[in-house]
């Protein structure tokens, strides 16, 4: 098992920054993918980035590529989300997610924290 505990959601005024959070226990991450979504109500659920825990190589939505890094700290198991330049747009709950490195499903989830850009 793995747990995903997301922190560092908020109320931030277009143009500015955050950085969330996700802490992860239960595992070693080694072979793991962690992945950042986001859903606003009434819509699907949308993928933000992605890690590969053990070389740190992210990959991103296009329409957020410039905008939003997803790094990680191996030393704090901890991976992160840092939102640059924000947008109405980006308002939403944000979640963290693993999957095993070589399949495409999340198969473990965090609660979501959420995120509301003030314009």
């Known amino acids: 098992q793995v747990q995903l505990v997301e922190s560092g959601g908020g109320l931030v005024q277009a143009g500015g920054s955050l950085t969330l959070s996700c802490a992860v226990s239960?595992?070693?991450?080694?072979?793991?993918?962690m992945g950042w979504f986001r859903q606003v109500p009434g819509k699907e659920r949308e993928f933000v980035a992605v890690?590969?825990?053990?070389?740190?190589?992210?990959n991103y939505a296009d329409s957020l590529k410039g905008r939003f890094n997803i790094f990680r700290n191996t030393a704090k198991n901890a991976v992160y989300l840092e939102m640059n330049n924000l947008k109405a747009e980006d308002t939403a709950v944000y979640y963290c997610?693993?999957?095993?490195?070589?399949?495409?499903?999340?198969?473990?989830w965090g609660q979501g924290t959420q995120v509301t850009v003030s314009s």
């Open positions: 239960g595992r070693t991450l080694s072979d793991y993918a």
């Open positions: 997610a693993a999957r095993t490195s070589g399949t495409n499903d999340f198969t473990y």
């Open positions: 890690i590969h825990w053990s070389t740190g190589s992210g």
